[in-house]
């Protein structure tokens, strides 16, 4: 099931909710026609709701009683941002940046020999001078006249 924030009421497809009818999940209070219109995102025509229930969601030991409406001809099922936040599975603030600042230092192998193996047989070469890229050439150009010009 995929978390929208962007629509409120949970939507399932009709073959989720077969899926579910086969595995005797508890339904409770179930409306075959609900008078509920929703308009998927852009879209100037309304979905066909063929039906609603409520169903208890759990989700890492938080329940909740959600409403689900079946969409014919629906290709995703939603999670609505209300039940996701009430579960936990949404999180909307400023509470995201702040992250404990652990800085653990890069670990250092003291007193260990590393032996890099160089073939004799392989000739060295060159690479050539390469041109500085256009865009980087006044900043370049400003660089090295600066090294250049200071004399001690």
Same mark, same amino acid.
């Given at each position: 099931?995929?978390?929208? %924030?962007?629509?409120?009421?949970?939507?399932?497809?009709?073959?989720?909710?077969?899926?579910?009818?086969?595995?005797?999940?508890?339904?409770? %209070?179930?409306?075959?026609?609900?008078?509920?219109?929703?308009?998927?995102?852009?879209?100037?025509?309304?979905?066909?709701?063929?039906?609603?229930?409520?169903?208890?969601?759990?989700?890492?030991?938080?329940?909740?009683?959600?409403?689900?409406?079946?969409?014919?001809?629906?290709?995703?099922?939603?999670?609505?941002?209300?039940?996701?936040?009430?579960?936990?599975?949404?999180?909307?603030?400023?509470?995201?940046?702040?992250?404990?600042?652990?800085?653990?230092?890069?670990?250092?192998?003291?007193?260990?020999?590393?032996?890099? %193996?160089?073939?004799?047989?392989?000739?060295?070469?060159?690479?050539?001078?390469?041109?500085?890229?256009?865009?980087?050439?006044?900043?370049?150009?400003?660089?090295?006249?600066?090294?250049?010009?200071?004399?001690?």
């Amino acid at each position: 099931m995929l978390i929208d %924030s962007g629509c409120k009421p949970n939507l399932i497809t009709d073959k989720t909710r077969g899926k579910l009818k086969n595995s005797g999940v508890r339904i409770k %209070s179930q409306i075959k026609d609900p008078n509920k219109i929703l308009l998927a995102y852009g879209s100037k025509s309304p979905l066909t709701v063929r039906g609603s229930f409520e169903a208890e969601i759990e989700v890492n030991g938080r329940k909740d009683y959600c409403t689900f409406y079946v969409i014919s001809g629906g290709t995703r099922d939603l999670r609505g941002k209300t039940s996701a936040l009430q579960l936990g599975l949404l999180r909307i603030g400023i509470g995201i940046n702040q992250v404990e600042n652990l800085i653990t230092p890069f670990p250092k192998f003291k007193d260990v020999l590393v032996e890099i %193996s160089v073939d004799d047989s392989v000739k060295p070469v060159s690479q050539p001078c390469r041109r500085v890229p256009i865009p980087l050439e006044k900043k370049e150009h400003r660089r090295s006249f600066v090294t250049t010009v200071q004399i001690d």
